[in-house]
């Protein structure tokens, strides 16, 4: 829940809505997780696949999250696809920073999870697992010109967001000022 909301929180939650339809366009039907056909498909990966298990730790929770393992934010624009989701905790949903603070790709994330446990012999198994849940739903793999692609529309639906928000915000100060006053 957000506390305090910026014209950047519209502007995410605008390039999440273009990821997800960009995801739907490559699955070919919706993919709503809260019910239907969406809901099943998670329920199968979180359930079936993975075990109940977090993908990163290994543990076994009550209460998983969808992790998207390509972020899906402007960073990364990973898709909402089933292939790109995996069962993860709380904990482990917290991806690792870079040192330059930008965040690690979901490989290192990994790693480092399973080095701060002391289980570096089960890293290959559990990155193995999340390739597989890539292929066995076919996550679109993007050439570059399609990236590219999804990276200049959502920067561009980010800044017009941004934007709108602000014009908004003027007009609004425009008419309060002409007609409340």
């Not at 506390?3 to 502007?11: R, V």
């Not at 709503?32 to 099943?40: L, Q």
Request: glycine residues 6%; charged residues 25%.
């Amino acid at each position: 829940m957000a506390i305090y909301n910026t014209a950047s929180d519209s502007a995410n939650t605008a390039v999440r809505a273009f990821l997800t339809k960009v995801g739907e366009h490559y699955l070919g039907h919706s993919f709503n997780t809260g019910s239907g056909k969406g809901k099943a498909i998670w329920l199968e990966i979180r359930d079936g696949h993975f075990a109940s298990c977090c993908a990163y730790c290994g543990e076994k929770h009550d209460k998983l999250q969808i992790e998207h393992v390509f972020m899906f934010n402007r960073t990364e624009y990973g898709l909402h696809h089933p292939g790109n989701t995996v069962p993860c905790c709380k904990s482990c949903n917290k991806r690792e920073r870079n040192p330059d603070k930008s965040y690690c790709d979901w490989v290192s994330h990994l790693k480092l999870v399973c080095e701060k446990r002391g289980e570096t012999e089960v890293f290959q198994s559990r990155k193995q697992a999340i390739l597989d849940n890539f292929k066995r739903y076919d996550y679109p793999n993007l050439n570059e010109n399609e990236k590219h692609a999804v990276r200049v529309i959502a920067g561009s639906l980010y800044e017009n967001i941004k934007t709108e928000s602000e014009k908004s915000l003027n007009l609004y100060k425009q008419l309060d000022e002409a007609f409340v006053k």
